[in-house]
Structure formats: C-alpha cells, structure tokens
C-alpha cells in the first residue's frame, strides 16, 4: 500500500464537538451522576432505617387504616388526577388545538399514571399522549410542546405551595427537620420571587424560550395563573392523600406536611428513580424520624397503592381497551370498501 492511500487520522468525536455542545454533555453526564449518587444515598438511609423496623409491627400498621383513611385517600388521588387533566387542557389551550375533553382525560390520565410509576416523564408521558394524541392530527412536535408546558404548570404549583408552607410555618419545619427558622423563610421567599417574577415575564407580548433551535411559546398571564392555581390544587390533593393515611395523633398540621412532601417530590424527581421509589420514602422517614417508624411505613405503602399502583393498572387496562377498539375500528374500515362494491355488483345485476 503506497503512503497516499493511507486515510488521514480519524478526528474524535469529542475534538469535533462544538464548546457549548462539550459544555452542555459534561453538565448532563455531571447531572447524571448526581442523580446516581443521590439516588444511591436514599437507598443506604432507607435500608438503615427499614432494617431496624419490626415486621410484624409494619403488618399491623399497613392494616390498621381505618375504611376512613382509604376512603379519603382515594377521594384525593381521584381529584389530583382529575386536576391533571387541566394541565393537558391549558396546554393545547395555548398551542391552539381543539381536542374533545375525553381524549383529553384519557391522555392525561394515562400519561400520568403511566410516567408516575415508570419514571422519565418527557419520554413516557410524550410516547402515551402521541400515542393518543396523533390520530387526532397533532405532530410530535405539538405533543413534546405540550409535555414541557404541563410540566410547566406542576412545577408552578408546587413553588406556590412550598412558598406559602415554608412562610407560614417556617417554625414548625425548624424544629421538624432541624433548620433554622429564616432558612425556611428565606426558602420560602425565593420560591415567591420565583412565582412573582415568572408572572412579570410572561405578562410580556413575547414569551419565547429556544432550547437547541427548538421554540416554544408559554402561556400568557390568564393562563399562567391558571396554571398556577391548578397545579397548587394539585400539588395539594396529591399531599393529602398520604396525610390522610398518616397515623392519628402525630399533630403534624396539614400546611406543615406540605414543605416535607414537596421536597420528598423534588428529591425523588432529581433522582430520576421512577416514581420516586426509595429516594421519597427516606426523605419523608428522615423528616418525620421523631415519630414511630412502622405507622408512617405503613402508610407510605398504603399511599404507593392509592396513588401510583391502582391509577398504573387502571391506566393500562384503559390503553389496552382504546388499542383494542382502534383495532376493530381499522378492521371494519378496510372490510367497508370490500362490502360496497359486492352492494355495487349486485345492482348492476
């Protein structure tokens, strides 16, 4: 082989990388790492604080939830739900789409319920509502513009509520989880400027955002502030349903439990464990360590039932039924033109 027809040396795909695009994969393998790690770390406590727990005592404090408890939890999980459905409706609000209500209940739901237990939502969540949402005429794009904006909306809401929690009862969550009471208002604070400050923003004519060459547009103040109040209500409900299932007597007042709740959702978010397994559980046992273990186990299990298990199973069984139908749907349309032209031979006859 002569010297010329050697290939010249292949350049890295790293040295062929633009900087930002170098900077912006050394930040997502940074993140990632983080979530690993923080994820790691919740499994290490939780075990801790699992392996000095009686068995036996967990079995009677799974059980002793009174008809009560379960009832309540499930009025809660059933309006949290009901109110992500709004989420869906606010968002093809601004993209300007007109969608019947039930397909929008039933991507909503099931978007949800499915993501909820199974983790990464933009991935889960955007494949059920396209899955859904595509026969209608909406394109990938439409539907990943919608993910992001009801996403919007949860986080809204959950800095609204953490805001008037950590404020409000900065002294209660001082001695709770054992900070200092102008941490808590401090936090508390900049969750409001946050709020506040999002509201000025998009009070503007141009409320543009541009990640990678992609745009989108967010909702304007009306919307906004629906989304703010509909994703509180949210954050709320979904609250209240492992309040409920808490064991009597612990005094805990109910804008108290908040702060712990939405910081356990946060934790287990930047976690990326699906559903928040493992990380949320240990942030709310760490958090409410001055109460008995079993009782609160006990209802956070009750709670995984209420609020991910049964809507996860309701979710599938509804999916499979609207594959079923859309294949019978398909099925009887490809025998239609068949049947019309035997119709059309007979008459000729």
Known sequence: MSPHSVAPPDITSAEALHPKER????????????SVI????????????????????LKAAFTAASLRQIGLAILFTTISYSLLTCYDAIALKQLKLKIPYRTTAMASFTSYAVSFTLGFPLLTAGTVRYWIYSPKGISP?????????????????????????????????????????????????????FVAGYLIWVSFKRRVV?????????????LSLGQILIGAADVCAGAGVL????????????????AVYIFAVMLGVASHAP???????????????????????GALLLYRLCYYLIPFVVALALLG?????NRLRSSRGAFKPDEDAAEESLAGR
């Not at 923080?38 to 005592?57: C, P, Q, T």
């Not at 904006?149 to 953490?162: D, E, H, Q, S, Y």
């Not at 102008?182 to 400027?193: F, M, R, S």
């Open 243 to 258: 309040f409920v299932l808490l064991p009597g007597g612990h005094g805990l007042s109910f804008e108290t439990f908040l």
């Open 210 to 222: 541009r990640i990678q060459g992609w745009k989108l547009e967010l909702p304007g103040l009306r």
């Open 321 to 325: 039924a609207y594959e079923v139908r």
């Open 275 to 297: 559903g928040g397994l493992g990380v949320f559980e240990a942030t709310i046992l760490l958090a409410l360590s001055s109460y008995p273990r079993e009782p609160v186990l």
């Open 38 to 57: 923080l994820f790691g770390a919740s499994l290490v406590v939780l075990w801790r604080i699992v392996s000095e727990i009686d068995v036996n005592e």
């Open 141 to 193: 794009g439409r539907v990943a513009s919608l993910t992001v904006i009801t996403g919007v909306t949860f986080w809204l809401g959950m800095a609204l509520v953490l805001a008037w929690s950590l404020i409000r009862k900065a002294d209660e969550l001082a001695s709770l989880v054992y900070t200092h009471i102008w941490v808590n208002q401090l936090i508390g604070l900049a969750a409001a400027v």
């Open 23 to 34: 900077r912006s994969r050394r930040f997502a393998w940074i993140g990632m790492a983080a």
